[in-house]
């Protein structure tokens, strides 16, 4: 059996999924994965929807998107426990290692603070990888075009001056 | 609100988030969940959550994310157009606010390509057992607390005027059937031309046999790849 699905396959198996969510037989609505993060953030900081109309704005969307991710954490986890053998616990990636430095501390503060960014940023946006590049840009939809090249600038411009190169270690 | 009162607003709200997913005419709740089941599982197979693949991609190192995304965009879009056509499915596009999606994708680049994840492969890693996304995960609570706190007087002003929803296949005309396929070949064709790259991590392969190795197979194929520890 295949530990890892080659990226063409990974590519159609994923285009199967968006179709079938946007169908009438499937959800009728796009993917999206960050409307949930408010929603959950409303929940667990106890902030109340008629103080926060932005909590009312996104409840629809972020209660469905909150429901997908508890399936994709399902999803996930069995297919890194039982398929690509990949489960352990882990806090530097080894690219972090190898790229940047050796600190637990350096990528633990980072992490925080591009968790953070991450989220303001897609919720500026309106949308984040899925909701934008593969809902979005699947419809035609000139917002979500502008979104990817915007993204896709800034993502290599940051990985050219945030990681080294490596060689010296 | 003391304590055990938190936890039942906790529980109530949650007990309402499927409530609210029950009574939309947008999936059931148990083909909602299963829709991330197979979310979830597709990109953990596909090995495109880890921090090699998109802070990799980032230093332009692999390249399996982008040929992925690019794939699953050009089939979705051709097809897409067709299900609409087919009145099997409607268009749900997101509103063109100009300074949103520039100062939001700028912040956003650079959030990814630290973190190495976006808000969809970020839950999927901790799923895998990545502490260090567990800490990006509470600073994106924090990050949802703040947009929300400050949605009104900040963060909605700085996103701008919406200039409509725009999409090929609005502004195509009688054309918009030859602007979307059109569309959809390119973006495939540029997945398809992107040279193939990757960034292997040994402690993500270390437990499989030698003959399940993707680096093996890339050897094979004389692909360009790195593994590293």
């Known amino acids: ?169 | 609100m003391s304590f055990s009162e938190y936890i039942s607003s906790v529980v109530a709200r949650t007990s309402e988030m499927f409530e609210i997913v029950q009574s939309q005419e947008h999936g059931s709740l148990v083909m909602v969940f299963i829709i991330g089941i197979f979310f979830g599982g597709i990109i953990q197979y596909a090995r495109v959550d880890k921090f090699e693949k998109i802070a990799g991609f980032a230093m332009l190192k692999d390249t399996i994310v982008p040929k992925m995304l690019f794939l699953a965009i050009g089939i979705t879009s051709i097809v897409l157009y067709f299900e609409i056509k087919m009145g099997w499915a409607s268009y749900h596009v997101k509103p063109l606010m100009l300074s949103g999606l520039i100062i939001g994708g700028i912040i956003f680049g650079v959030a990814m390509a630290i973190m190495g994840k976006c808000p969809g492969t970020g839950p999927i890693s901790i799923a895998e057992g990545r502490i260090d996304v567990l800490v990006g995960a509470i600073g994106g609570l924090f990050g949802g607390y703040v947009f929300t706190k400050f949605y009104d007087p900040f963060f909605k002003p700085l996103m701008g005027e919406s200039y409509g929803k725009g999409t090929l296949e609005s502004v195509g005309g009688d054309f918009s059937s030859i602007f979307v396929l059109l569309f959809g070949i390119v973006l495939i064709v540029i997945a398809i031309k992107i040279p193939k790259m990757e960034l292997f991590d040994e402690a993500d392969l270390e437990k499989l046999d030698d003959a399940d190795r993707p680096d093996t197979d890339a050897a094979q194929n004389r692909e360009e790849f790195k593994v590293i520890k």
């Open chain 1, 1 to 169: 059996m295949k530990r890892r699905l080659p990226w063409w396959l990974g590519g159609i198996l994923m285009a199967l999924l968006l179709l079938f969510t946007f169908s009438i037989f499937g959800a009728n609505r796009p993917l999206g994965a960050s409307t949930y993060v408010p929603y959950y953030a409303g929940i667990l900081f106890g902030m109340d929807p008629e103080e926060y109309p932005y909590l009312q704005h996104v409840q629809k969307a972020g209660a469905w998107e909150g429901v997908m991710l508890l399936g994709s954490l399902v999803g996930g986890f069995f297919t890194a426990v039982f398929v690509t053998k990949t489960f352990r616990i882990s806090v530097l990636p080894t690219g972090w290692k190898t790229y940047k430095n050796n600190s637990v501390a350096s990528r633990l503060i980072w992490s925080f603070i591009s968790g953070f960014l991450l989220i303001v940023g897609a919720r500026l946006a309106g949308g984040c990888t899925s909701g934008h590049f593969l809902s979005g840009m699947s419809q035609t939809a000139f917002s979500s075009m502008i979104f990817g090249g915007v993204v896709l600038v800034s993502l290599v411009v940051t990985g050219k001056f945030f990681y080294n190169e490596g060689e010296s270690k």
